[in-house]
């Protein structure tokens, strides 16, 4: 049983993505008519509070919805029981913010499969009531995106630090050349990037990447370019690249002992994707979901542990990689972002 004390924190954006489906994208000056709206809960940090939850962990989501009824009815669905999971969303720390929208999302879709979105950061971007970063003493791993103000992300990622919760960061929407030269990234243990991303990172701090293209690198040179940038970070910073269709890489950094003296090393791979049992539907949020669920892992393994930083295992990281996996390649055979993250008995099933 998990107790019913959190162990991840995700400080994140909570989003209503409202999908309008239209002919042909509106252009400037013209009123168009859209068949149909399909309103679905969305924002990285609601995102991968859920993958948390549905991973089988408690999270502690802290964020902000606007505090009219539509805000109150996005709080209460968040933390809405998930059949077969043991995880649950904690929304003491969702702020309801007054006089403020609910961030949104508006998305044109057109019939050709184009899109074009708007983004209101409403309550995400709205200034808080107390923006002190509070850190329980439970939680042992903290996830953050890049759709909040970067001042909160780097105060809660100090905060978390400080008090040796393993941080962990998507840089998505991605900062600019100069805010990456400038991160703390000797307070971050896990940076998590698609392979966009990575090139991205790549080529503001280590130099341009002679890679063929962002998605068509082998999983072999994405590792070379990921032990490059792991140097690049001071070897403090661990890299997990999601690579779609080919699954991930990862590089990490182990400390091993031997006659009583400890040497920090580093251990790289590669896991394919999990083959797919229906054909994709739709890859939205699967970044969120492989994030959420490798927070569950890991914070699963800590709690088993009695010392909060102990080693990870290659068979039990593997396995938590694997389980990841798993999880995406059944949100992508799915419609929507949370709408297509499975509960983690169905996810255990899958991965027999
Ligand atoms: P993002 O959504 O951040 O762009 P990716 O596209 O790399 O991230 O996808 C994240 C994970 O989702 C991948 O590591 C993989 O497990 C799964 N996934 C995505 N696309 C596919 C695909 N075409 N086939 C199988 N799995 C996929």
Redesign the pocket.
Known sequence: MTSSRPSVLVRGSINIDEFYSVQDIVRPGQTIASRSLKKLLGGKGANQAKAVACAGADVLLDGAVGGDDEGKSVKGKLCDYIEGSEGKIIGDRIVLAEGVSTGKAVIQLADDGENCIIILGGANTHPRPDPTPLIPDNITHLLLANEIPLDSTLSYLKAAHSRSATTIFNP?PMLSAEALRAFPFDQLEWLIV???EMSTIYDSLVGKTDSISDSEDSPEKVIENALALYKKLDCKTSILC????Q??IYVRSISTTSSGTDTENVESGHLP??K?LNP?KD?T???D??MGTFAAGMARLAKNNSERKAEVSKEDFTDVLKT??VA??M??EKEGAQDSYHPISAVEERKK
């Open positions: 998505s698609n392979q966009g999601t690579l779609g269709g699954g991930v994707a999990a797919l994709i890859t949020g699967a970044g979901c492989f990841c996996l995406c390649s949100c992508v």
